[in-house]
């Protein structure tokens, strides 16, 4: 990801291009990140993208989670989040290393690169 310096340079580009009256957004991951978590906006949906078999298993312990709580995912997400912030950060770690010690690294699906074609680029 590029750094704001890079953001910069590029933007001197732009304008040298004659492109300087466009509208823009500066993102920085950081600040959104605190942003996110004062929601000032009162925003309410959370989304996040992951690979199938997550999906699968967050949406099982999800509908446990509400479940428990008599059906009431008000209820739910609350103590979701509690129990998520009890965990220490030495904990979340060592499982991190735990786990990619059993099992290799976290489950990403990639698609494979058909031989011909990374061939074709060289």
Known sequence: ???VKAALE???WLISKGRGEEKAV???PRVEAQRRRVNQEQR???????DPITYGEWHAQRDRW????GGNPTLAYPLMC???AAISDEA???MLEEGLSESGPPRAIIPPLERA???GKR
Not at 44 to 50: A, G, H, L, M, N
Not at 66 to 69: A, D, G, V, Y
């Open 10 to 12: 590029h933007c001197r």
């Open 92 to 94: 979340i770690r060592g």
């Open 1 to 3: 990801m590029p750094d």
């Open 44 to 50: 309410r949906r959370v989304v996040f993208v992951c």
């Open 66 to 69: 509400i479940e428990l709580c």
């Open 82 to 84: 509690k129990v998520l």
């Open 117 to 119: 074609k990374v061939e």
């Open 26 to 28: 500066l993102y920085l």
